[in-house]
């Protein structure tokens, strides 16, 4: 009998599982399986290389997570970076086509009713926590519609516990509005709102930007009413 085999026996016998055999020796676990399948060990030790297999196994999962997490976030930021590139420049049909959509979801759409009746006036009106959003709306306000910057009124909503001042101040520099167009401040969000995001995800609160022009809401709702039938 093969020198190696006869220690793998014994190493076997003494309660070693193939993987730790296969490194002391170096002879694959094929060949050890042929060598030692019909060896019958002791209810202790199998117990004790079932929990090796058990422990081994919940370590290779455990990095294979980690790895498939770091290949997750390496292959989302390739695919960020790639459709970035796709997009170099804005058109003037861009803009466009954006300011409709971000009313189209964001913006205050529904009719004014009073005494059961329609009003003729309508003011253009887009309320959002995220300063990203607004800004692109200004700049379709500015650029496509061009909205002099004085008839563009503001007003923020926060919660009790929030600066208004070091609020306002942060709201005037995202979106270039100037100070003097801020109106009242609002305490509390929405319920809507609320319902959505607890407070402590709405660290800037929430901004209300507000043009007093009938003519420039049924223009935008005529973009919509436009892209409804073309889809």
């Given amino acids: 009998?093969?020198?190696?085999?006869?220690?793998?026996?014994?190493?076997r016998f003494s309660g070693k599982s193939y993987g730790e055999i296969n490194k002391i020796l170096g002879v694959p676990?094929?060949?050890?399986?042929?060598?030692?399948?019909?060896?019958?060990?002791?209810d202790k030790y199998q117990e004790r290389i079932k929990k090796l297999a058990s422990e081994k196994s919940t370590t290779a999962l455990i990095k294979r997570n980690k790895q498939q997490?770091?290949?997750?976030?390496?292959?989302?930021?390739?695919?960020?970076?790639?459709?970035?590139?796709?997009?170099?420049?804005?058109?003037?049909?861009d803009l466009l086509i954006m300011g409709i959509a971000?009313?189209?979801?964001e913006g205050y759409k529904r009719p004014i009713i009073r005494n059961g009746r329609e009003v003729t006036y309508h003011a253009v009106s887009i309320?959002?926590?995220?300063s990203y959003l607004i800004k692109v709306f200004l700049k379709f306000l500015r650029e496509?519609?061009?909205?002099?910057?004085?008839?563009?009124?503001?007003?923020i909503?926060?919660?009790?516990?929030?600066?208004?001042?070091?609020?306002?101040?942060?709201?005037?520099?995202?979106?270039?509005?100037?100070m003097c167009n801020f109106k009242k401040t609002?305490?509390?969000?929405?319920?809507?709102?609320?319902?959505?995001?607890?407070?402590?995800?709405l660290p800037y609160g929430m901004i209300q930007v507000v043009v007093a022009d009938t003519a420039l809401f049924h223009r935008i709702m005529g973009y919509i009413e436009r892209i409804k039938k073309l889809v």
Avoid at 1 to 11: F, H, I, S, V
Avoid at 29 to 42: A, E, F, Q
Avoid at 157 to 178: A, C, D, M, V, Y
Avoid at 189 to 198: A, D, E, L, Q, T
């Fill in 69 to 93: 997490t770091k290949f997750a976030v390496k292959r989302a930021l390739d695919i960020r970076k790639r459709a970035a590139k796709e997009l170099m420049s804005l058109s003037k049909n």
């Fill in 186 to 201: 609002y305490y509390g969000i929405s319920k809507s709102s609320m319902g959505k995001r607890p407070f402590n995800r």
């Fill in 29 to 42: 676990k094929s060949t050890l399986s042929g060598w030692l399948s019909k060896i019958i060990i002791s």
């Fill in 1 to 11: 009998m093969r020198k190696d085999r006869q220690t793998a026996l014994k190493l």
């Fill in 157 to 178: 909503r926060i919660f009790e516990h929030q600066n208004e001042s070091l609020l306002l101040n942060w709201w005037q520099k995202e979106t270039g509005i100037p």
């Fill in 144 to 155: 496509y519609c061009n909205v002099p910057k004085e008839k563009i009124k503001a007003s």
């Fill in 102 to 105: 971000l009313y189209w979801a």
């Fill in 127 to 130: 309320t959002n926590s995220d």
